[in-house]
């Protein structure tokens, strides 16, 4: 019984990392938004606002995928149908027309969200499939980095490392 709950659950590890290659871990991507969030921390004035739309925008990035955390949600299933993964949400031409459409509203709000989808997108350019950041360039950038491998667990544990360091830093 035991032997065959830990077989299901081996299962279930391998499928979830074979569905998600390609692109980073949602938790490599928080991270690395924490990062973002700490280095503007100094020159933003509205700091929470500044903290929840940088992350949002870094989570939203993968809404074209409905392997991501973001994407699961139902209203993304439609987006989904519509635009393919790594492809125009995955850029930084949607992220910069999308942030000054926002700006005309929320000056602030525009400038998190191109910080949190661009820091996204830097860091899946990274990756074996990599990203057309320039689009409607198909031109790609990508990297060696596997999804949920040896590399981007050390990336995550560095970006939580530094986090913390400069959290405290920043705070006290
Ligand atoms: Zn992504």
């Known amino acids: 019984m035991k032997a065959q709950r830990r077989l299901m659950l081996t299962r279930f590890l391998l499928s979830w990392r074979r569905r998600d290659r390609g692109k980073m871990l949602f938790r490599t991507h ?18 929470i606002l500044f903290f929840a739309v940088v992350l949002i925008a870094t989570a939203l990035v993968d809404i074209d995928t409905e392997h991501s955390r973001a994407g699961k949600f139902l209203p993304f299933r439609i987006v ?3 635009v393919k993964h790594r492809g125009v ?6 992220s910069f027309v999308f942030a000054l459409v926002l ?35 198909k031109k790609v950038s990508k990297g060696f980095v596997r999804t949920g491998g040896r590399i981007e667990g050390l990336v ?15 705070v006290f």
């Open 30 to 47: 928080i991270a690395f938004g924490i990062f973002l969030v700490l280095l503007f921390l100094g020159v933003v004035e509205e700091r």
């Open 80 to 82: 989904q149908f519509f």
């Open 89 to 94: 949400i995955h850029s930084l031409t949607f």
């Open 103 to 137: 700006s005309s509203f929320y000056p602030l709000a525009g400038f998190a969200f191109f910080i949190g989808a661009g820091g996204h997108i830097f860091l899946d350019s990274f990756t074996r499939d990599g990203v057309a950041p320039f689009w409607p360039s």
């Open 156 to 170: 995550f544990a560095f970006l939580v490392f530094v986090d913390v360091v400069f959290g405290v830093w920043r």
